[in-house]
Each structure stands twice: as C-alpha cells, then as structure tokens.
C-alpha cells in the first residue's frame, strides 16, 4: 500500500510564536515532540529493520511520537509483527495505536490484521480515542468515500499541563478532494476540545502547506516544524510530514533529522508551555 510523502536545519522560537515568552531568567517547562511516517519499519534501502526505527526515535530525544505507516500483524512484508507494542517496548513508551483498517486474519494465521497510526508516550495516556475520517479505502477494490478510523487523540498531562495528541495520515491521492474533506473533518475534532485547549496534530498530511485544501486545517493550527523537505528520505524535494500546535505554545527549535530508517524523514520540534 503506497502513499506520498516528502533534513535538517535547525529554526528557533523567533520563527513562531503562538504565545509571549515569560521572563528570559525562567526557563519555561515543554516538551519534544516528534512525527515519523516509518513506512512500516522499511527503511529507504528497502530493508525492515524495525529496531532502527526504534533508534531513530530514541535518538531524537522526543517525549511524544506520532506515527504513520504501522502494522498491526498486517503482511509478511512486516514480518505480522505487531509493531505498535514493540516499538513500545524497544522505546520504553507507552503506545496507543489507531487502526484505519480492521481486517480478518490470513488463512492460517491466528490474529486480525490491522494497519494505522499510533501515539508513543513517555507520560501515562490520560485518556484515548480513535476518531473517524472520510476516506477512500485502499483495501477495497471499488472504494467510494466513506467515515473511517484512524485519526487517534491521546491526552497527556505534561509539568501539571493536559496535552491533547493528535496523530492522522491524509489521503495520498493527486486528487485534493479527500484530504479537503478530512482537512474540514479535522478541524471540528479539534474544535470539540475548544480554543484554550493545548493540542498538537502530528501528521503525514500529504500534501504540502501552501496546498489550498490545508489552508482551513493551517488557519486553526500553526506549523511548529521547520521549512525543510521530509519526502523523500534520500535527497527529499517536498515538505508533508508535519507538527503543528495550537493553544499556548512557542517552538525553542525545531528540526528534520536526517535519517534512512524510512522513505520519510521525521520532524522534531522542541515546544515550551506559556
């Protein structure tokens, strides 16, 4: 199953900020947080190796993962391991993960087949949830768009903050007209949470920020990530992989490491509370 996507300089606070920064003596408490499309532990070199995965990750210093591309003892191809709760245990995370797909198991195998995005979590999940989005299956031969899973909200509480984490993967089609609808889609769960609520969505979303159909999403959240490409992993042309926040934060720096433990690179950006 194939979507689209798209290293590393380095952007500081002055470049966003959604809030005043307290005094310059007091250093304000936040947090790291990181999106990686791992393309199913396939690296850009074509080979799994999901204990790399797991090393880019901890390598970034992140508190908080949003993950695309996962498998759930989906194929062979990754081994129908389930890689939500390893790379859990090889992080030492937490992990909520999202199914979009939900299927009945191989012939012969004993577990359903599951593919989505997940949340890792250095912090205790406060509270989760699986929301849906229209989608154009990938799995049915004769799709039409239809409400789905796979858009996943993950509550944190963070120096006595309460964080909601948000982590989805937009539709990968040339065609702008589903990722329009689930720009719209996303922007009511958002708002269901309120103006004053700390959020940040991580994303693939598909489709780079001056793209018409994610000016209503890029209006109610602000790009916390720098300017730099994320797709592909090797020499990347186009910036689709995203953080985003709203409700009190600044960036103190932000980055795309540059790593080939998967056809993305990730996106890291280091955000203070205020």
């Not at 993950?67 to 992990?95: F, I, K, N, P």
């Not at 693939?204 to 994610?214: S, V």
Request: charged fraction near 20%; proline fraction near 8%.
């Amino acid at each position: 199953m194939k979507f689209f996507r798209t290293a590393g300089a380095v952007v500081t606070a002055a470049v966003l900020l959604v809030c005043v920064p307290g005094s310059a003596s007091a250093q304000p408490a936040g947090i790291r947080v990181l999106n990686y499309n791992i393309h199913t532990g396939i690296g850009a070199d074509g080979r799994l190796d999901l204990a790399r995965t797991a090393r880019a990750i901890l390598d970034t210093g992140a508190d908080v993962v949003g993950l695309e591309e996962v498998d759930q003892h989906w194929a062979a191809r990754s081994g129908y391991a389930d890689q939500a709760a390893e790379l859990a245990a090889l992080t030492g995370m937490h992990v909520f993960f999202a199914p979009i797909y939900d299927l009945p198991a191989e012939q012969g195998r004993p577990d359903r087949r599951r593919y989505g995005v997940a949340v890792l979590s250095r912090f205790p999940f406060l509270r989760t949830e699986n929301h849906q989005l229209t989608r154009l299956s990938t799995v049915d031969p004769n799709p039409v768009p239809a409400p789905a899973p796979g858009f996943a909200e993950a509550e944190v509480r963070v120096h006595g903050e309460r964080l909601h984490i948000y982590v989805t993967h937009l539709d990968y089609r040339p065609d702008p007209a589903i990722r329009r609808i689930q720009a719209g889609e996303t922007v009511r769960v958002l708002d269901h949470d309120g103006a004053r609520a700390k959020q940040v969505l991580l994303g693939d979303f598909n489709a780079p920020p001056a793209a018409p159909e994610l000016a209503p999403l890029l209006r109610r959240v602000r790009d916390a990530g720098p300017p730099d490409a994320t797709y592909p992993a090797v020499a990347p042309t186009a910036k689709i992989d995203f953080v985003t926040t709203s409700g009190g934060f600044r960036v103190r720096d932000a980055e795309v490491p540059v790593t080939r433990a998967s056809d993305h690179r990730p996106v890291l950006a280091a955000l203070a509370f205020c």
